[in-house]
T-cell receptor
């Protein structure tokens, strides 16, 4: 089955700790994206990657870091510098990063930091 | 002005009703348009792409009006299972937004028995 997987589904961390969220896709898509969604709000773009070994900041990149060493994988690290890390994190992919193609989402990771 | 604007609702309709959502976008150079559906605490799922000529998929019809820069979604014969939030999505264009999709905040639909 082709798709996007994110793990874990729920994640709990103490303040001050870095945490890495996993995102893997087997759709052979070139582009991958990370979004954050807060209750009652829309999706906000954190980082995106149009090709392996390259990525760009989105609208709210501060306090986050990413890597894209393999086409299939785009992990997101939430660092201790992120002031309000508790949120629903969504990973997506698309055929290419030209912005003309629909994006497909993974099931998301709910991160709670206390 | 937001890049993609939607009426958040909620729209409360009885089963069997026809309901329409509109969405306006600010960038006249945008070329791709989509409707996504998001259920509570789940990921968004692509409902349909929107083509210039308008397109229909079963009970769902999407239309694009480039001159007025709005997109619409019509749902006929509403089912209880249509209750969800509907996201209007437009591709970004220009130096800061190229390669991105811009998501509206969503319109919530509640279909009542």
């Amino acid at each position: 089955d082709g798709g996007i997987t994110q793990s874990p589904k729920y994640l709990f961390r103490k303040e001050g700790q870095n945490v890495t969220l996993s995102c893997e896709q087997n759709l052979n898509h070139d582009a991958m994206y990370w979004y954050r969604q807060d209750p009652g709000q829309g999706l906000r773009l954190i980082y995106y990657s149009q090709i392996v070994n390259d990525f760009q900041k989105g609208d709210i990149a501060e306090g986050y870091s990413v890597s894209r060493e393999k086409k299939e994988s785009f992990p997101l690290t939430v660092t201790s510098a992120q002031k309000n890390p508790t949120a629903f994190y969504l990973c997506a992919s698309s055929i290419s990063g030209a912005g003309r193609y629909e994006q497909y989402f993974g099931p998301g990771t709910r991160l709670t930091v206390t | 002005r937001k890049e993609v604007e939607q009426d958040p609702g909620p729209f409360n309709v009885p089963e069997g009703a026809t309901v329409a959502f509109n969405c306006t976008y600010s960038n006249s150079a945008s070329q791709s348009f989509f409707w996504y559906r998001q259920d509570c605490r789940k990921e968004p799922k692509l409902l349909m792409s929107v083509y210039s000529s308008g397109n229909e998929d079963g009970r769902f019809t999407a239309q694009l009006n480039r001159a007025s820069q709005y997109i619409s979604l019509l749902i006929r014969d509403s089912k209880l299972s249509d209750s969800a939030t509907y996201l209007c999505v437009v591709n970004g264009y220009g130096s800061s937004n190229t390669g991105k999709l811009i998501f509206g905040q969503g319109t919530t639909l509640q279909v009542k028995p």
